[in-house]
């Protein structure tokens, strides 16, 4: 009888700590967007229509909204970024929203420590807001969703979609700026690949393109073996130059060695620009 008794106390406290796993209604979701050197995170709740009207009647048209469920949305960026002309220093920042039927204002907020809305708003904690018009979607949206699109190597679309609107802000981000310096720092006793990544980055920006070619000619001269990616660039940049001769010389040089190392990525291209350039 003893033994009964204890059983039932055993089974009795496994069965208080027992819990059920069921899906959250509103999944969580982290997103990792790299933009150019600054790495943005994102961390928000989605919700789903599940039939229901949301803009105008389930989120409301007007009222500050946590722009997702749960915690309120954040957003991180590990540099200083500019949004709607504003800059907005490295860190964690909550993202908030005022939909309306035509235009919405989007919010980065320096406290991000609240669930859902702040209690009492504060003006001051508003880093940076953009109002974005309202962008209609045929295909409707079910589950809530916030995307990094556009992307470039200065900036990035933080897209805002459900139901059928889409919003965006911009967020800019100090690529350029953090390129040029390391490019500075580096041309002191720069390597090989120092005066490529440098010549590169010059003709994919359009920049100075004396200045390219005189990277891109030393880049070549201190390597032991003539390598086709850098002489691919070379053509480009002749290209860009106006220089068409010195652009076909550049990119035959590219294609015989391409062809040598078995690369047929590189000598589809070359072929392909020599076809434009008229190479005989």
Same mark, same amino acid.
């Given at each position: 009888?003893?033994?009964?008794?204890?059983?039932?106390?055993?089974?009795?406290?496994?069965?208080?700590?027992?819990?059920?796993?069921?899906?959250?209604?509103?999944?969580?979701?982290?997103?990792?967007?790299?933009?150019?050197?600054?790495?943005?995170?994102?961390?928000?709740?989605?919700?789903?229509?599940?039939?229901?009207?949301?803009?105008?009647?389930?989120?409301?048209?007007?009222?500050?909204?946590?722009?997702?469920?749960?915690?309120?949305?954040?957003?991180?960026?590990?540099?200083?970024?500019?949004?709607?002309?504003?800059?907005?220093?490295?860190?964690?920042?909550?993202?908030?929203?005022?939909?309306?039927?035509?235009?919405?204002?989007?919010?980065? %907020?320096?406290?991000? @420590?609240?669930?859902?809305?702040?209690?009492?708003?504060?003006?001051?904690?508003? *880093? /940076?807001?953009? $109002? =974005?018009?309202?962008?209609?979607?045929?295909?409707?949206?079910?589950?809530?969703?916030?995307?990094?699109?556009?992307?470039?190597?200065?900036?990035?679309?933080?897209?805002?979609?459900?139901?059928?609107?889409?919003?965006?802000?911009?967020?800019?981000?100090?690529?350029?700026?953090?390129?040029?310096?390391?490019?500075?720092?580096?041309?002191?006793?720069?390597?090989?690949?120092?005066?490529?990544?440098?010549?590169?980055?010059?003709?994919?920006?359009?920049?100075?393109?004396?200045?390219?070619?005189?990277?891109?000619?030393?880049?070549?001269?201190?390597?032991?073996?003539?390598?086709?990616?850098? %002489?691919?660039?070379? @053509?480009?940049?002749?290209?860009?130059?106006?220089?068409?001769?010195?652009?076909? *010389? /550049?990119?035959? $040089? =590219?294609?015989?060695?391409?062809?040598?190392?078995?690369?047929?990525?590189?000598?589809?291209?070359?072929?392909?620009?020599?076809?434009?350039?008229?190479?005989?």
């Amino acid at each position: 009888m003893k033994n009964y008794f204890f059983l039932f106390l055993f089974a009795l406290a496994g069965s208080a700590w027992a819990q059920v796993n069921t899906p959250a209604p509103s999944p969580f979701q982290k997103v990792e967007q790299k933009v150019g050197l600054t790495d943005i995170t994102l961390e928000y709740s989605r919700p789903s229509m599940k039939g229901r009207k949301v803009f105008g009647d389930l989120v409301p048209f007007g009222p500050v909204w946590r722009t997702g469920a749960n915690a309120n949305t954040k957003i991180s960026f590990s540099t200083d970024v500019t949004i709607g002309g504003k800059k907005v220093e490295a860190g964690t920042y909550a993202l908030y929203s005022k939909p309306g039927a035509n235009s919405w204002e989007i919010i980065f %907020y320096s406290d991000a @420590s609240n669930w859902g809305n702040p209690q009492n708003w504060d003006e001051s904690k508003v *880093a /940076a807001s953009v $109002t =974005s018009e309202v962008w209609p979607i045929e295909m409707p949206v079910e589950t809530f969703t916030i995307t990094f699109d556009d992307l470039t190597n200065n900036a990035v679309n933080l897209g805002i979609i459900w139901e059928n609107t889409y919003v965006r802000a911009t967020i800019e981000v100090p690529t350029d700026d953090a390129v040029m310096a390391s490019i500075d720092r580096t041309m002191a006793g720069p390597s090989g690949n120092d005066y490529y990544a440098a010549a590169v980055y010059y003709l994919q920006e359009g920049k100075d393109m004396k200045q390219a070619k005189e990277w891109i000619d030393k880049a070549i001269s201190m390597r032991k073996d003539p390598a086709f990616w850098m %002489y691919r660039q070379k @053509s480009l940049i002749h290209a860009k130059m106006g220089d068409k001769q010195g652009a076909i *010389a /550049a990119a035959k $040089t =590219s294609l015989e060695l391409a062809e040598k190392a078995g690369n047929k990525d590189y000598i589809a291209l070359n072929q392909k620009s020599l076809k434009e350039w008229g190479a005989k």
